[in-house]
């Protein structure tokens, strides 16, 4: 099952963006919900993850106290909220889904693409 990435664009640096991963007709409530990035010319990393019980195992050093993840699953939507953005956050950014964040299906949809630049 391929999640839909929504919400990037170009900011400058220091701006703020939410992104959110959702697919539509889909609960997303006993899913985990990872997001991961991929810059050009780089291997793809994860951001973070999100549990269905809203336990968050895992953030990447390179984000944390920057992005945040969250989900509201009434709105079946899992949000990566990112402020104080970088140009090196300037990636493609995907969500994944699965019964726990080290189980995730590797079921990987177009993404949405960040750019950070002035």
């Known amino acids: 099952v391929q999640l839909q990435a929504s919400g990037g664009g170009l900011v400058q640096p220091g701006g703020s963006l939410r992104l959110s991963c959702a697919r539509s007709g889909l609960s997303l409530d006993s899913y985990a919900v990872g997001w991961f990035r991929q810059a050009p010319g780089k291997e793809r990393e994860g951001v973070s993850c999100?549990?269905?019980?809203?336990?968050?195992?895992y953030t990447a050093d390179s984000v944390k106290g920057r992005f945040a993840i969250s989900r509201d699953n009434a709105k079946a939507t899992v949000y990566l909220t990112m402020d104080s953005l970088r140009p090196d956050d300037t990636a493609t950014y995907y969500c994944?889904?699965?019964?726990?964040?080290?189980?995730?299906?590797?079921?990987w949809g177009q993404g949405t693409l960040v750019t950070v630049s002035s």
């Open positions: 999100i549990e269905s019980s809203g336990t968050i195992p």
């Open positions: 994944l889904l699965g019964p726990h964040c080290d189980e995730l299906y590797t079921s």
